[in-house]
């Protein structure tokens, strides 16, 4: 067989079915019973892995299959993702199918027929083969995502197993508190003792950033510097805001206001009270090094 | 890039730098090295291993010697845009942040 040097124009379109085909299975959220998902297993286990069929148990979250595996092999390990991790390789499977749909690489039948046993997987939700057991959770029970594809979901878990998950604001993991309390009843308390830059700016995103700069006072602005000599402080709009009305018995408690440039969202992240300028405030995010910023992501 | 030049790309700072005499070379990298890593998201900040690109590491600190292009990325790119880095000696590190509670500063963490 030729390399393939490029698509054709109809190929190429035609990608995007395969997305939409695949996306939907590594979205879907029916989980089979156990006479399936075990047929499905011992193919695996006969075809790839080449072992002699195990038994099957089905946990409902991958919380629950840990415990299971910690009980079984008496390990107080911490959690480990599997290597097999089903309708989330759904992405690995449509790079393939398209290729083998297409014509454009071709296999033998012995391949095709493991690709095959290895695709039919992408039902199931995370693998654990041990050597004496395979340990199969369901598929999450909810699964909501932006229009970018990103978890995220505003009133609820956006990622939820039977008994299990996990709430995300535009793909960043977040606490149930961030996700659940109204904006209007969100304390700032959560943002000052919050320890995660994405946590944060998922705060101030939701919190709204005029609303919590209200609190405070600006102290200097990217407006006062040279927009040549720092042309990233003014693409960034970097701005110092004492926000010591935040904390008792603080008299000065200054804060970073920077633009993230990939995204448009905005960062605030505390500076040490010894910052009294812009340029103090950049410095010292940098260890204490005088530099300048040449590129910002 | 010139000395005391420095790239953002989100918590993670990229500049020029000498490469210490203690800094041991990492092998067997794969296709990317991880210079930053995310707790929350896993969207870590790595590089792309390149022919001519060679990583380092110095106690917590990693550096790297290329004698072609490469970049630094996002392993899910809506983050943050990729940068590509000419060919240079370079030291990897983390933006700083104050904590009002403890009083001190800490490396940015996502």
Redesign the interface.
Known sequence: MSKLEKLTPEQEARMADYTAKWIAIGKDTNSLGLAETTEIIHNYQKLILKVNPTPVVIKNNPKEAWAFIQKHTNSDESFVFPYQDGSFSAHIFAFYDFFFTEGLAKVNSELEEKFNAWAETSKLGLIYHLDDICIVTKKPKKIITDA?G?LHCEDGMALEYEGWGFYSLN???VPEYLVMTPAEELSMEFF??E?????KAEFVRKYGVERMLDLGKKIDTYENYDQEEQP?WWKSEYELWDMAVL?EG?EY?PYLKMK????GIWHV????PACRTLKDAIK????G????????? | ??P????????C?V?LSALPKSAKKLTNVGTHVIVAD????G?HHVVDVLDGVDFYQDGETKYMVSTVETQIRCV?A??????VLPPGTYEF?F???????T?R??K???
């Open positions: 970018k990103r793909g960043v993991t000052k003792k320890t995660n830059a994405d946590v990233w904390f603080l408690q993230n440039q990939t995204t992240e505390a500076v040490s010292e995010r940098f260890g090094k005088e530099m300048k910023i040449v590129a910002i992501a | 890039m010139k005391n030049d420095v790239i953002l790309h989100g918590e700072t500049f995310s707790e929350t998201t969207n899910l809506e983050r943050h845009d990729a940068i590190g933006q700083q942040e104050y904590d009002p509670f009083a500063l800490n940015v963490r996502d």
